[in-house]
């Protein structure tokens, strides 16, 4: 068990750009989410994949974000036309059955400037 | 819906006394629930749930909660706080049959020595 993996640690981006961040899970894990927090709150819950099927996606989720789990291993969360609003710690948690608690990775902080 | 209440944002205890900190929760059906730690620039790594059987759970670090169905509450104590415990501390609650679990909105513990 090596652990939820996040890359990268930390992305600073000009407004207008695209980030795309990359997941992998535990490998034994097929429940894969994407979480969003901000400085003092908990995390939100943005996207939720079993194997590689989107389930759920938060209203939090505009148009400009979307991600993928294309063979159901590792994910990408991209964010197109970054905005200052965007700026957080990008989440990614995974887990084995359902009553398993979730496993984070030590996130993804992005700065838009 | 799902949600959680954390009403305490601050925790401040001496080095050896007992810790408490709150949760209540709120949800349709029995509900799964969690404790998470977060330390700076960090994910959130799990401390105990509770899904079923005994209210008191024990989970690691020494850390143990108490499952009140008629409070509606899921406490998470220590008998003997550590400087080390000093951190954020996240509950979280999940419908059974939803897919995404729902956090408060963090409560920060500081063990002076």
């Known amino acids: 068990d090596t652990g939820v993996s996040q890359d990268p640690r930390h992305k600073i981006t000009k407004r207008g750009q695209n980030v795309t961040f990359r997941c992998d899970p535990i490998?034994?894990?097929?429940?894969l989410y994407w979480y969003r927090q901000t400085l003092g709150q908990g995390p939100e819950f943005l996207t939720y994949?079993?194997?590689?099927?989107?389930?759920?996606k938060s209203r939090l989720l505009s148009d400009r974000f979307s991600a993928e789990r294309p063979k159901g291993s590792f994910s990408t969360l991209e964010i197109q036309r970054t905005e200052q609003g965007d700026s957080a710690m990008y989440l990614c948690?995974?887990?084995?059955?359902?009553?398993?608690?979730?496993?984070f990775g030590n996130g993804t902080r992005l700065t838009v400037t | 819906a799902q949600s959680v209440a954390q009403p305490e944002d601050q925790v401040n205890v001496a080095e050896g006394n007992p810790l408490t900190v709150k949760c209540t929760y709120s949800?349709?059906?029995?509900?799964?629930l969690f404790w998470y730690v977060q330390y700076p620039n960090r994910g959130l790594q799990f401390l105990l749930k509770?899904?079923?059987?005994?209210?008191l759970v024990k989970g690691s670090y020494g850390f143990e909660a108490e499952f009140n169905k008629s409070q509606t509450s899921f406490h998470l104590k220590k008998p003997s706080a550590l400087v080390s415990d000093s951190a954020l501390y996240f509950c979280?609650?999940?419908?059974?049959?939803?897919?995404?679990?729902?956090f408060g909105a963090g409560t920060t513990v500081t063990v002076r020595a």
């Open positions: 948690a995974s887990r084995k059955g359902p009553r398993s608690p979730l496993h």
């Open positions: 490998s034994e894990h097929n429940r």
């Open positions: 994949f079993q194997n590689e099927a989107q389930l759920e």
């Open positions: 949800v349709s059906g029995n509900p799964y």
């Open positions: 509770y899904i079923t059987g005994d209210n």
């Open positions: 979280a609650v999940r419908d059974p049959n939803d897919y995404k679990l729902s």
